[in-house]
């Protein structure tokens, strides 16, 4: 193993990944806490609407988290970079919510093209924030 790996390139890789790990875990767990719903329970019953709606927005986060990673030149860079992506991922949710009123109702409820417009909402912006990201 050369000496720039072990020195450079595995701490970085450790601290940054930790990190990303991190910030996914705390997207998901606000993501699911300003739902008024409980994404979890539902997609343990079969909910389709609520597993596409969650896929979406943690699709979407990763994308735009990914892009920070790849394009920070440090650790504190990443993470200033990925907790904005988190802001602007949760911006998405609420932006769906005014285009959608019902939106509320209809993930319980299973209407899957609900769900499936979140999870796109999620999944377009998180693309629109990675390449943002890039600069």
């Known amino acids: 193993m050369s000496e720039h790996l072990l020195t450079y390139a595995l701490p970085a890789f450790i601290s940054h990944f930790i990190s990303s790990m991190i910030l996914l875990l705390l997207f998901v767990t606000i993501y699911i806490r300003i739902t008024p719903y409980k994404e979890i329970t539902l997609i343990r019953s079969g909910n389709m609407a609520a597993a596409a ?9 990763s994308i735009a988290l990914a ?21 602007v ?7 769906a919510r005014v285009m959608l009123p019902g939106l509320v109702l209809d993930i319980p409820e299973n209407k899957v093209a609900s769900g499936i417009f979140l999870g796109a909402i999620s999944l377009s912006m998180g693309l629109l924030n990675a390449a943002s990201l890039t600069y």
């Open 53 to 61: 709606s969650l896929s979406g927005s943690i699709l979407g986060y």
């Open 89 to 95: 991922q949760l911006l998405a949710y609420f932006a």
């Open 67 to 87: 892009s920070a990673i790849a394009n920070s030149v440090n650790l504190q860079d990443m993470l200033i970079w990925g907790c904005i992506a988190l802001l």
